[in-house]
């Protein structure tokens, strides 16, 4: 029986399409998921890839999924991947309460809620486990000079060697971050983002400072 995993947030040419393509390319039979099932592409297309409707934040839809695999892989999971995630690239004052909810639910609360349900696979499995989730998400917001299908090549390869790492550094400038760790250097990552994404801008301090960030109308 090929080896299992589980991705979720599949959709086309995002992140975790382009795993589950080198998984499958590896001889792996992938679980890959979205909340629409027909935004994955030509996934079901391939004989080791099934897709499968889920929403990771309901508890429903991931009891659901977990029991399909279940039965499908007599009770085991090999590897289960965090890659779905939600991002809003607003300031906090033009940030709504649901969209805050929204982003730590995605990002934070489903999985938890996702390891609790699917614990059981991956114990009899000889726990595997790997949390994308938060390398995939640093990923995009630092850079996009890595084609899709490169970043999983390497990731996938990283995760399937006989003795592998805790982390598997890849994208675009996973070298320089990579750096920052090794010399204790991680607490530059706030400059760097302020500056990348221009929150130190004249007219950012300008709106702020005469308050022309208005609140919306009762």
């Known amino acids: 029986m090929l080896s299992t995993v589980l991705i979720t947030g599949c959709t086309k040419d995002s992140i975790g399409y382009h795993l589950a ?19 994955m592409g030509d996934l079901g297309a391939d004989p080791n890839i099934r897709t499968m409707a889920l929403d990771v934040t309901k508890r429903e839809s991931i009891q659901s999924v977990h029991d399909e695999i279940a039965k499908e892989t007599n009770g085991k999971l090999d590897i289960l991947y965090h890659n779905a995630g939600y991002r809003v690239v607003k300031m906090s004052l033009e940030t709504s309460a649901e969209e805050a909810f929204r982003t730590l639910n995605t990002n934070f609360l ?19 486990y790997v949390d994308g989730t938060i390398n995939n998400a640093i990923t995009r917001g630092l850079s996009t000079a890595i084609k ?15 003795n592998p790492s805790a982390t598997v550094w890849a994208g675009g400038d996973a070298f320089n971050v990579w750096m920052l760790e090794v010399l204790n250097l991680s607490w530059l990552f706030p400059h760097v983002l302020v500056r990348m994404f221009g929150l130190n801008s004249p007219a950012v301090s300008v709106s702020v400072n005469r308050g022309d960030l208005k609140p919306k109308s009762q």
């Open 110 to 128: 489903s999985i938890v809620e996702m390891n609790g349900v699917f614990a059981d696979l991956l114990i009899a499995s000889i726990y595997k």
């Open 148 to 162: 899709g299908d490169a970043y999983a090549k390497t990731v996938v390869g990283g995760i399937i060697k006989p």
């Open 21 to 39: 393509k080198e998984f499958a390319r590896q001889d792996y039979h992938v679980f890959a998921t979205s909340r629409r099932p027909e935004t």
